[in-house]
C-alpha cells in the first residue's frame, strides 16, 4: 500500500530537502509580483525551515507578529522580510530586467 501525502507536505519536503528549488520557487513568485501568493509561499517554507516557532526564535521576531506578518493580510517591512529570509538561508537580490543597451 501507497503512503499518501497532502500537497502541501510534499510542497514543505521539497523546500527542507532541496534549498536551491526553495529559492527557484520564490523567486518565480517574486516574479509575479502577487504579495498574496508570495505571502502563502513564505508560509509553507516556515514549514520547511522550523515551523513558524523556530522561525520566529531565528528572527527574533515575536510569533504573533510573524504569523500576523505572513497572513494573507500581512504587508511585512523589509526588515521582517530580509530577517524571514536568512533564517531560510536566504536572502533578497536585485537583477535587471534586461542587458543594458550596447554602446554603438
Not at 510534499?10 to 516574479?31: M, W
Not at 500576523?68 to 533578497?92: D, Y
Amino acid at each position: 500500500m501507497t503512503k499518501s501525502r497532502s500537497h502541501e507536505a510534499a510542497k514543505v519536503e521539497s523546500f527542507r530537502s532541496d534549498p536551491d528549488y526553495a529559492a527557484d520557487y520564490l523567486n518565480a513568485v517574486l516574479e509575479d509580483g502577487d504579495q498574496e501568493e508570495l505571502l502563502e509561499t513564505l508560509r509553507y517554507m516556515a514549514g520547511a525551515f522550523g515551523g513558524m516557532t523556530g522561525l520566529a526564535e531565528e528572527t527574533a521576531l515575536n510569533a504573533t507578529t510573524l504569523y500576523r506578518t505572513l497572513s494573507r493580510k500581512g504587508n511585512p517591512e523589509l526588515k521582517s522580510l530580509t530577517a524571514i529570509l536568512k533564517a531560510m538561508g536566504m536572502r533578497l537580490a536585485v537583477q535587471p530586467l534586461q542587458a543594458p543597451p550596447q554602446p554603438i
